[in-house]
Structures are given as structure tokens and as C-alpha cells.
């Protein structure tokens, strides 16, 4: 008898590549065009012509355009230290340290801190560098379901007996939800659990809170949490990430972070730029104002039109249609009006839950929002009065 041929790695790709265009969830990449939507640059700082101007005098200025090497080793320089100290003030802690990115940071931060042994609370819509960070420590995990409170505290008390640490771990406002977190309510649970927590502010970083300085400053609850997470490709328009919190937790970040010892520094005019772009987000009210009136009109006319928005309260605001066909006709047919936008379908988001997710910025104006929500509406209209029945659901 022959012996079977064994599948190739390539083949394997293939099959597998296959088999997510089958399900309508094969991905690609592609540029924007048109109103762009899809943009995490909420105040609208990456064209802002004094960022560039802050960016382009910082690498004429610089002796050096590479870094040349890890912060502990030729790397470090004067003007990451100072902007740490700027980005320690930002948020209200008392040091900071920065990362290539917000995934690097997240990961560094959790994979080092939590031990075998600890357990960590984690809330179900959390972002993927979460997840990742709370895999490679080794500790047991409790995921709890998403802002289920409730649930969170039975979780601790249950584990009450733990000798190890508990730890909460949770965004501040969710990136496919865009609901913002109860801090009130879950600094409380922490405190009676004696539980600590970790916040990842990646898209409250220069949009919420005083300043733009996130929801645990607008609760003023910097110094009652372990570390805040704080990204700068968002809303700072700049690269990279920062854990904010004790001078001890980053000494021990910079002793035991691997996404950190192990990196090559970014080179010292990127530290300027993020410096400049924090300047201009400390005085950006109108540009936050903004933002929160035209997210509200959207999701107004969303949901007087019937349309699920879930419990966006930020802007981030999603439009739950449910399966992948009709989040792909709606996407196709709002980029036909002009609209950058991308269907999020799993496992991205949870089976059953694909949706058109608006990421709104300050460049977005009221009547960009108007006829985007009717774009929407006579989408998703067309698509059900042509489908077969059942075959397209919201």
C-alpha cells in the first residue's frame, strides 16, 4: 500500500486560508479612501502641520537618526527620560516607561509582574496584547464575562483563599465595544477583594478625562491602581506605549520586561514628537468636545433608525448587524457612498456579532455623521429586502 503524502506547510496555509474565505472572515490589506472611519487619530493630530513641524526640527537636531541599540545597553538618552517624566505627569504617576508599542507594553508589562501561582481577572472583550501578556506569565486566569461586575466579584470570592496575587485586568474604554468602564464600581470590588488592577487606556489616552488624561484621571484614581497603560498611535498620533505607576514598578519593568530589555530603542526624535503631541492633546478641548457631540448624534440616529449600537458611550461607536454576510454588504456599500469603513467579523469579535465599528475623530463633521447613519439604514435595508429569507440577519 502507498503511504500517504504528508501535507506540506504551505498546503496547510492554503487549506486553512480557504477555510476562512469560506466563512466570509479571510482578510486583506488595503489603503483608505474616502471619509476615514477606521482611523484611531481621534483628535486629528497626524496632520497636524505642528506635529510635523515638532517632528521634522527633532531629527534635524539629532546627532543620532537610530537609536544603536536596547535602552540598557547604547539606547537610552536624555530625551526618553524627560518625556517619561512629562508622561508621568500626564497621568498622574509617579514614573512612567516607555515601549515600541502598546502591545509591547501590555505584554512586557503583564507577562513580568503576574507569577505562576497569581491569579488574573480578566474581562472577555479585552484587547489581544492583554490576553497575550496574561498567557506567557503562567498565571491561572479567570476571565469573567464582559463589565459583568456581579460576576467579577463572585470570581474573587471565590478565590479569596489564593496565596498568591489577584489581579484585575481590564481596558478603560473597550476598542469594539466603545463602552467605558464602571471605575467607581470596580475600584470598590478591588478594594473589598483585596485585588489590584491594571488598566489599559489605549483609546482614552487624549480623548477622556481631564485633559485627555484617561477615565482613571477623571475618577482620580491614579495613585489606586498598579499600572495604567497609556498608547501613543491613537489619539497622539505618534508610535508606542507607556506603562504608568510606581517608581518600583518600573525599576522592576525595566529589570524584567522582556518586550522592553530585548527591544532596540526607538530612536531619541520620536521621544519629541510624542512630546509635542502630548502638548497639543493637554490643550485639544474643543477637538474633545467635538468628538463626544457628533459620536452622541450618531448613535442617536442609529438607534432611532433601530440599528444596535450596543453600549457605546465614547467614539467608538459599533454597528452590531450579526452575521458576516451583512456586515460585508454594509461595509461594501457604505466604501460605494465614500466611507472608509472595515466589517469586524470573529474572531475579532464574538461569533454572531459582526459589525461596521465607526471610529470617530475630530475631523468627522455633523453632516458626515448624518448621511453616514442614512448609508447605513438603506444598506441594510437593501440587504434583507434582497436576500432569501434567513439568509441575512441583524
Given at each position: 500500500?502507498a503511504?500517504?503524502?504528508?501535507?506540506?506547510m504551505?498546503?496547510?496555509?492554503?487549506?486553512?486560508?480557504?477555510?476562512?474565505?469560506?466563512?466570509?472572515q479571510?482578510?486583506?490589506?488595503?489603503?483608505t479612501?474616502?471619509?476615514?472611519?477606521?482611523s484611531?487619530?481621534?483628535?486629528?493630530l497626524?496632520?497636524?502641520?505642528?506635529l510635523?513641524?515638532?517632528?521634522?526640527?527633532?531629527?534635524?537636531?539629532?546627532?543620532?537618526?537610530g537609536?544603536?541599540?536596547?535602552r540598557?545597553?547604547?539606547?537610552?538618552?536624555?530625551?526618553?527620560?524627560?518625556?517619561?517624566?512629562?508622561?508621568?505627569?500626564?497621568?498622574?504617576?509617579?514614573?512612567?516607561?516607555?515601549?515600541?508599542?502598546g502591545?509591547?507594553?501590555?505584554?512586557?508589562?503583564?507577562?513580568?509582574?503576574?507569577?505562576?501561582?497569581?491569579?488574573?481577572?480578566?474581562?472577555?472583550?479585552?484587547?489581544?496584547?492583554?490576553?497575550?501578556?496574561?498567557?506567557?506569565?503562567?498565571?491561572?486566569?479567570?476571565?469573567?464575562?464582559?463589565?459583568?461586575?456581579?460576576?467579577?466579584?463572585?470570581?474573587?470570592?471565590?478565590?479569596?483563599?489564593?496565596?498568591?496575587?489577584?489581579?484585575?485586568v481590564?481596558?478603560?474604554?473597550f476598542?469594539?465595544?466603545?463602552?467605558?468602564i464602571?471605575?467607581?464600581?470596580?475600584?470598590?470590588?478591588?478594594?473589598?477583594?483585596?485585588?489590584?488592577?491594571?488598566?489599559?487606556?489605549?483609546?482614552?489616552?487624549?480623548?477622556c478625562?481631564?485633559?485627555?488624561?484617561?477615565?482613571?484621571?477623571?475618577?482620580?484614581?491614579?495613585?489606586?491602581?498598579?499600572?495604567?497603560?497609556h498608547?501613543?498611535?491613537?489619539?497622539?498620533?505618534?508610535?508606542?506605549?507607556?506603562?504608568?505607576?510606581?517608581?518600583?514598578?518600573r525599576?522592576?519593568?525595566?529589570?524584567?520586561?522582556?518586550t522592553?530589555?530585548?527591544?532596540?530603542?526607538a530612536?531619541?526624535?520620536?521621544?519629541?514628537q510624542?512630546?509635542?503631541?502630548l502638548?497639543?492633546?493637554?490643550?485639544?478641548?474643543?477637538?474633545?468636545?467635538h468628538?463626544?457631540?457628533?459620536?452622541?448624534?450618531?448613535?442617536?440616529?442609529?438607534?432611532?433608525?433601530?440599528?444596535?449600537?450596543?453600549?457605546?458611550?465614547?467614539?467608538?461607536?459599533?454597528?452590531?448587524?450579526?452575521?458576516?454576510?451583512?456586515a460585508?454588504?454594509?461595509?461594501s456599500?457604505?466604501?460605494?457612498?465614500?466611507?472608509?469603513?472595515?466589517?469586524?467579523?470573529?474572531?475579532?469579535?464574538?461569533?454572531?456579532?459582526?459589525?461596521?465599528?465607526?471610529?470617530?475623530?475630530?475631523?468627522?463633521?455633523?453632516?458626515?455623521?448624518?448621511?453616514?447613519?442614512?448609508?447605513i439604514?438603506?444598506?441594510?435595508?437593501?440587504?434583507r429586502?434582497?436576500?432569501?429569507?434567513?439568509?441575512?440577519?441583524?
Amino acid at each position: 500500500m502507498a503511504k500517504a503524502s504528508k501535507e506540506t506547510m504551505s498546503q496547510r496555509m492554503a487549506r486553512e486560508l480557504d477555510a476562512l474565505r469560506e466563512q466570509s472572515q479571510l482578510r486583506s490589506l488595503e489603503t483608505t479612501a474616502g471619509i476615514n472611519l477606521i482611523s484611531n487619530d481621534y483628535l486629528g493630530l497626524a496632520t497636524n502641520p505642528l506635529l510635523k513641524q515638532a517632528l521634522a526640527e527633532a531629527a534635524s537636531q539629532t546627532e543620532l537618526t537610530g537609536s544603536t541599540g536596547s535602552r540598557l545597553l547604547s539606547g537610552n538618552s536624555r530625551a526618553w527620560e524627560e518625556v517619561e517624566a512629562d508622561f508621568a505627569a500626564f497621568a498622574g504617576t509617579e514614573a512612567a516607561l516607555y515601549f515600541s508599542s502598546g502591545y509591547a507594553a501590555n505584554v512586557g508589562l503583564l507577562s513580568s509582574l503576574l507569577k505562576p501561582g497569581d491569579i488574573v481577572f480578566s474581562d472577555a472583550a479585552n484587547h489581544a496584547s492583554l490576553i497575550d501578556g496574561i498567557r506567557l506569565s503562567r498565571a491561572t486566569k479567570v476571565i469573567y464575562p464582559h463589565a459583568d461586575l456581579q460576576s467579577l466579584e463572585n470570581e474573587l470570592r471565590k478565590h479569596a483563599g489564593s496565596p498568591g496575587a489577584r489581579v484585575i485586568v481590564t481596558e478603560s474604554v473597550f476598542s469594539m465595544e466603545g463602552d467605558i468602564i464602571s471605575l467607581d464600581a470596580l475600584l470598590g470590588i478591588a478594594n473589598q477583594c483585596g485585588a489590584e488592577l491594571v488598566i489599559d487606556e489605549a483609546h482614552a489616552t487624549g480623548v477622556c478625562g481631564p485633559q485627555g488624561r484617561g477615565v482613571v484621571a477623571e475618577w482620580g484614581a491614579e495613585r489606586d491602581v498598579l499600572a495604567i497603560v497609556h498608547t501613543c498611535g491613537k489619539a497622539l498620533a505618534s508610535a508606542g506605549g507607556f506603562v504608568c505607576g510606581s517608581k518600583t514598578l518600573r525599576d522592576y519593568l525595566v529589570n524584567h520586561a522582556r518586550t522592553f530589555i530585548f527591544s532596540t530603542a526607538a530612536p531619541p526624535y520620536l521621544a519629541r514628537q510624542i512630546q509635542a503631541a502630548l502638548a497639543l492633546a493637554l490643550k485639544a478641548e474643543q477637538e474633545r468636545t467635538h468628538l463626544r457631540e457628533i459620536a452622541s448624534a450618531l448613535r442617536d440616529a442609529l438607534t432611532a433608525a433601530g440599528h444596535n449600537c450596543g453600549a457605546s458611550a465614547s467614539h467608538i461607536v459599533p454597528v452590531i448587524l450579526g452575521s458576516n454576510e451583512l456586515a460585508l454588504h454594509v461595509a461594501s456599500a457604505l466604501q460605494r457612498e465614500g466611507f472608509a469603513v472595515r466589517a469586524i467579523r470573529p474572531p475579532t469579535v464574538p461569533r454572531g456579532t459582526a459589525r461596521i465599528r465607526i471610529s470617530l475623530t475630530a475631523k468627522i463633521s455633523f453632516e458626515d455623521v448624518h448621511r453616514l447613519a442614512a448609508a447605513i439604514d438603506a444598506a441594510c435595508k437593501s440587504a434583507r429586502s434582497a436576500a432569501p429569507a434567513g439568509a441575512v440577519h441583524a
